[in-house]
């Protein structure tokens, strides 16, 4: 069982940067969980942003086409923390931002690959 608490988000002008976090609470090896970002916005499906897989050294990742050399994930298991930093923001990323993780996984895109979500964060980016 774990827990993920997520944290940053905000309002931010287009072109700005955002830092979301999602770091694992109670009795876990954070670096056995494979973690992905989604996204919601008002009206849409959640939709896969990034992820990152399970592992302790070398890890793959894996980005939407439409954050591709925005956004990066990376992680941080002495933290049992994986980030998501948002460079050059649209007012399309607006929505709420969703970490996700599942033991063992690779950097999967599907929101049906993840058992454990984070409570959510807003992300909203004005012109």
């Known amino acids: 069982q774990v827990q993920l608490v997520q944290s940053g988000g905000g309002l931010v002008q287009a072109g700005g940067s955002l830092r979301l976090s999602c770091a694992a609470s109670g009795r876990t090896t954070f670096s056995l969980y494979g973690v992905g970002w989604f996204r919601q916005a008002p009206g849409n499906e959640r939709e896969f942003v990034a992820a990152i897989s399970w592992g302790g050294g070398s890890t793959s990742t894996r980005y939407a086409d439409s954050v591709k050399g925005r956004l990066t994930i990376s992680r941080d298991n002495a933290k049992n923390t994986v980030y998501l930093q948002m460079n050059s923001l649209e007012p399309e990323d607006t929505a709420v931002y969703y970490c996700?993780?599942?033991?063992?996984?690779?950097?999967?895109?599907?929101?049906?690959?993840?058992?454990?979500w984070g409570q959510g964060t807003q992300v909203t980016v004005s012109s």
């Open positions: 996700a993780a599942q033991a063992y996984a690779g950097p999967y895109y599907r929101t049906t690959d993840y058992g454990y």
